[in-house]
């Protein structure tokens, strides 16, 4: 039997298993089964923590319910750092991902800020099939269109519109996740400019479909917004689970300021989830 974390950032939640001092035989098939919320633990990615080589505290590999990889993931990032700072008696560690180095550090009152790195806005960043400008793509689906993308170590594209509540998300997401001009899939955002300090996101994700909160995203819509003149370069994003605090600073790093919490710990019997 294996211990593992439940644990989530504004309802965005984790199977957490530490494979720092001993392997673990998980494949993505295995991750994607335990994932799976009838007939596993269930979650919205699956966190496997590595050793962290020089310069980092731990490696954090991120696989989506489908069992693929992900770069980045930003309410994940957050729950591991204050895993990792509890255990070393930190206020600030580095957590390592495929996309790069993201520091954290503990705010008051259960808030951890993350520097999710720079923002990355050139069409080959993306990773966009063509050259086209990232500020307006020319796709759409059903009443959506004209969407700008940035990748924050997974591709986004964020699309704007007068009322959330009323798209059908579950319908045209899953179209423009696999919209040709993602080479990569991607992470498909929708916006409600609420003020210029404040907008309302939901988040169709990258081989999770419909979550409650999605850090990644909620980076990717305040630059996409501040790009189009929409807000200033710092927000309070609401979505879904809750709020999040974005700041796009001038040097085009990403800080995102949010909680964390631990749902439930247990054992699982790696064996009984197909490799």
Known sequence: MVPFRKMHGLGNDFVVLD??????????????????????????????????????????????????????????????????????GKDRVVVRTVAGDLPVERLPDNLWRADMGPARLGWREVPLAREVD??????????????????MGNPHATFFVRDLAALDLAAIGPVLEHDPIFPERANIGFVQVLS??????????????????????????????????????????????????????????????????????????LEAYPA
Do not use: K, Y
């Open 134 to 151: 990232t500020l307006h793509l020319p796709i759409g689906a059903g009443p959506v269109a004209d969407p700008a993308a940035c990748s």
């Open 19 to 88: 494979a720092r001092r001993s392997d673990l035989p998980i494949t993505p098939h295995r991750a994607a089964a335990i994932a799976d919320r009838r007939f596993g633990v269930g979650c919205d990615q699956f966190i496997l923590l590595e050793p962290g080589a020089e310069g980092a505290d731990v490696f954090m590999r991120i696989r989506n319910p489908d069992g693929s990889e992900a770069g980045a993931c930003g309410n994940a990032t957050r729950c591991i750092a204050s895993l990792v700072a509890a255990e070393a």
């Open 196 to 269: 210029p300090e404040h907008i309302r996101l939901a988040v169709w994700e990258r081989g999770a479909g419909l979550t409650l909160a999605c850090g990644s995203g909620a980076c990717a819509a305040l630059v996409n917004a501040a790009r189009r003149g929409l807000t200033g370069r710092r927000a309070t994003v609401t979505l879904p689970g809750g709020d999040l605090v974005i700041e796009w600073r001038e040097d085009g790093h990403v800080l995102m300021t949010g909680p964390v919490a631990t749902a439930f710990t247990g054992e699982i019997d």
